[in-house]
């Protein structure tokens, strides 16, 4: 892979991404940006990127079922996840990912990120064989820790309804009720705004009493020493 790359930036925030373009792109890359998931497969299929820089969490499409598709059917893509939900240097369990930087953290990672995939030797037949689960939304609940969604077969293409728990592993696994392929699939969370951390209910309805309890407690403190009108 040339030192000059072509790079398609992926995230939801308009400044996140028109700012990360500016600064790649006075490094002598070349770069496409996009907003979802959607939106980047559309560019992709009108010009492969070498590097794919892309959020985890965002609306639509989002980049954990956008990094699952482009594993699966376009592997010689170098692929960096960024997520502020996780920490750390290494690529999330379950991510499709070669690499992984963690947002707000220092700038100089992500470069030395870049440069990694400038260097590293592409090999489609090794990368093929990796499998990357289905990440799928949650669509209904159905009851108490049960929930129904929408399982489409990355092999026959058909889509079919699929029962789990809501406090299922990360990734399950199931078998395609067309063609008998196993499928190996995990659910996106959203992220709770409180917490920037995967949310589930019964998580933060017991979390959120002791951060308001938190809070008005440094509010109190705070009026104290006169700090807070």
């Avoid at 006075?26 to 070498?50: N, Y």
């Avoid at 369990?93 to 220092?106: L, Q, V």
Wanted: glycine letters at 6%; hydrophobic letters at 45%; one cysteine or more.
């Amino acid at each position: 892979m040339p030192n000059t790359m072509r790079l398609l930036i992926v995230d939801d925030e308009p400044a996140t991404r028109t700012l990360l373009a500016q600064i790649f792109t006075q490094m002598g890359h070349s770069v496409r940006h996009a907003e979802d998931g959607f939106s980047a497969l559309q560019m992709i299929r009108e010009a492969k990127p070498d590097v794919l820089l892309s959020d985890l969490n965002m609306p639509g499409m989002s980049g954990f079922e956008l990094l699952s598709v482009v594993r699966r059917r376009l592997p010689e893509i170098y692929v960096i996840a960024t997520s502020g939900a996780y920490t750390g240097d290494a690529v999330p369990h379950g991510i499709a990912a070669d690499a992984f930087y963690e947002k707000a953290s220092r700038f100089q990672d992500l470069l030395a990120l870049m440069q990694e995939a400038a260097q590293v030797t592409r090999s489609p037949l090794r990368e093929a064989r990796q499998t990357a689960p289905v990440w799928i939304t949650q669509l209904t609940e159905d009851g108490p820790g049960e929930s129904w969604i929408m399982i489409s077969c990355p092999e026959c293409l058909r889509a079919f309804a699929q029962e789990f728990a809501v406090l299922a592993p990360l990734i399950s696994e199931t078998m395609c009720v067309y063609c008998g392929t196993a499928i190996h699939y995990a659910i996106v969370q959203p992220l709770d705004p409180m917490t920037s951390q995967p949310y589930h209910p019964k998580v933060v309805a017991a979390v959120r009493p002791l951060v308001a309890a938190e809070e008005s407690g440094v509010r109190r403190i705070a009026m104290a020493l006169g700090e807070v009108a």
